[in-house]
């Protein structure tokens, strides 16, 4: 992380409470993640809401159910995904908080996992992330999706970017025939699938991955992929 940001010691005392009641289910609801992978999610976790009162990387309404709303929400739309042949570069576009690219690359570090994210600080954050975690398979791009390289990204995941329609309109010209675009999205995913125009239609074919609900509020998630037609 940059050499302003603010020590733990020096964060408010009503922030270091916050973290503190800060909730951790996980382990409860995922026992198949064990050992050092469940400690590096804490690890992050715990990283996340140390920062998000400078970044504003999650809701402060969300700070305590983080694990729900965030973590669990990033893990269970991995689990809709368990089918999918990722190829060994994936990036998180608009990643942001590092959800969910930090997280799937503490899941699966044969995998490259590129984050994308325009703001500079937020940006840093995810270095900072990924190093505290000690994670070797993350790069951060502190661009603009759309300043990329023609056909240069091949499958991608995005959580909180953009509606599907604008997150395909803006990133048209970097994926290939064939590239694959992975949106987590609340239950509002058939509306923006049936606001996609059509002209964008005839070259992203959208469909559904997978439907699942967060394990208390019972909240309605899935996965919408995108693959690009032509």
Not at 119 to 138: I, P, Y
Request: include cysteine; hydrophobic fraction near 40%.
């Amino acid at each position: 992380m940059s050499d302003n940001r603010v020590p733990p010691s020096a964060a408010p005392a009503a922030k270091k409470t916050e973290e503190a009641n800060a909730l951790w289910r996980l382990s409860e609801w995922f026992p198949g993640i064990t050992g050092s992978t469940m400690e590096k999610l804490r690890l992050f976790h715990s990283e996340l809401l140390k920062f998000n009162g400078k970044l504003n990387l999650i809701s402060k309404n969300t700070e305590r159910d983080a694990d729900e709303v965030h973590f669990a929400d990033c893990l269970m739309a991995y689990e809709a995904m368990k089918k999918v042949s990722f190829p060994k570069q994936v990036h998180d576009v608009g990643s942001g908080n590092g959800l969910p690219g930090i997280v799937y690359a503490i899941l699966d570090p044969s995998r490259e996992w590129v984050l994308i994210e325009v703001d500079a600080r937020k940006s840093e954050f995810l270095k900072h992330a990924a190093h505290v975690v000690g994670l070797k398979n993350v790069q951060v791009m502190n661009v603009r999706l759309e300043t990329l390289k023609a056909v240069s990204i091949q499958c991608a995941v995005s959580r909180g970017f953009a509606s599907i329609s604008k997150a395909c309109l803006i990133s048209n010209k970097v994926f290939p025939v064939g590239g694959q675009f992975y949106h987590l999205k609340g239950n509002s995913w058939s509306s923006e699938i049936a606001e996609i125009p059509s002209q964008l239609i005839s070259v992203w074919g959208p469909e559904l991955v997978g439907e699942y609900s967060l394990p208390v509020s019972q909240a309605r998630r899935a996965v919408v992929c995108t693959t690009k037609k032509q």
